[in-house]
């Protein structure tokens, strides 16, 4: 599948990152990485193709919840954040049309508030006797 990550597929996945997010553990923001974009994607492509593209290890920060427990978050290098995005494109146009059309999980475009929404739906508008 890695004929599919191509430069301009790069290029596209660099832009549907946040843009205000903050920098990443390689200290590099939105801004700096799209000065030379065309030169960054195409070493990106050129590494990703040929074996040297190393994942840079996240950085583990804690946030602090509500109840005073601390949930994990993993800060990615922005090239990681670019590669995963790519994949996620990728993965999402082969697997999107196996998905039945009451799948909602992790689906692009869906969320539990549309599953719930056709949930009631469905309710009202025939007998149901058990839900799963």
Do not use: C
Request: charged share 20%; aromatic share 10%.
């Amino acid at each position: 599948m890695l004929h599919h990550i191509t430069p301009q597929l790069l290029a596209q996945s660099f832009y549907a990152l946040r843009r205000d997010a903050a920098v990443g553990v390689d200290g590099m923001s939105w801004r700096e990485y799209e000065e030379g974009l065309l030169q960054r994607v195409t070493d990106l492509h050129a590494r990703l193709h040929s074996g040297a593209y190393r994942a840079t290890p996240s950085r583990r920060v804690y946030i602090p919840k509500a109840d005073g427990r601390q949930r994990p978050l993993g800060i990615a290098s922005l090239e990681d954040k670019i590669v995963q995005q790519a994949v996620v494109t990728v993965l999402n146009a082969i697997y999107e049309e196996d998905f039945l059309g009451f799948s909602y999980g992790f689906r692009p475009g869906r969320s539990q508030h549309d599953a719930l929404a056709a949930l009631t739906v469905a309710l009202k508008s025939q007998k149901v006797n058990w839900i799963l």
